[in-house]
Nanobody
Framework: VQLQASGGGLVQAGGSLRLSCAAS????????MGWFRQAPGKERELVAR????????YYVDSVKGRFTISRDNTKNTVYLQMNTAKPEDTAVYYC????????????WGQGTQVTVSS
């Protein structure tokens, strides 16, 4: 499975941005996909994830009510809609995926920079 992330950029605080992650290869084996972020000097954290089978989602508390993760089956693409962006959302965002039975994410896309200006 290969993952291609896109959509990062510069946005003002309060603005919106949508990240995309296109999966290719053996996409039928995907169990779930997630978005992570890593800010300078901080550890990488899971921001949101979605189960491929039933669309069950999870969000870290700091983005609940502002970010939405979704997927388009026809395009094998997962999106992260970021609304009401805050400067603390500034980070490199990564998408990731894993297969059924995997204990953690096995496949990673390249990072995409998101910068929120105050």
């Amino acid at each position: 499975v290969q993952l291609q992330a896109s959509g990062g950029g510069l946005v003002q605080a309060g603005g919106s941005l949508r990240l995309s992650c296109a999966a290719s290869g053996r996409t039928v084996s995907i169990y779930r996909m997630g978005w992570f972020r890593q800010a300078p000097g901080k550890e990488r954290e899971l921001v949101a994830r979605i189960n491929w089978s039933d669309d069950t989602t999870y969000y870290v508390d700091s983005v609940k009510g502002r970010f939405t993760i979704s997927r388009d089956n026809t395009k094998n693409t997962v999106y992260l809609q970021m609304n009401t962006a805050k400067p603390e959302d500034t980070a490199v965002y990564y998408c990731a995926a894993n297969r059924v039975g995997a204990s953690w994410y096995e496949y990673w896309g390249q990072g995409t920079q998101v910068t929120v200006s105050s």
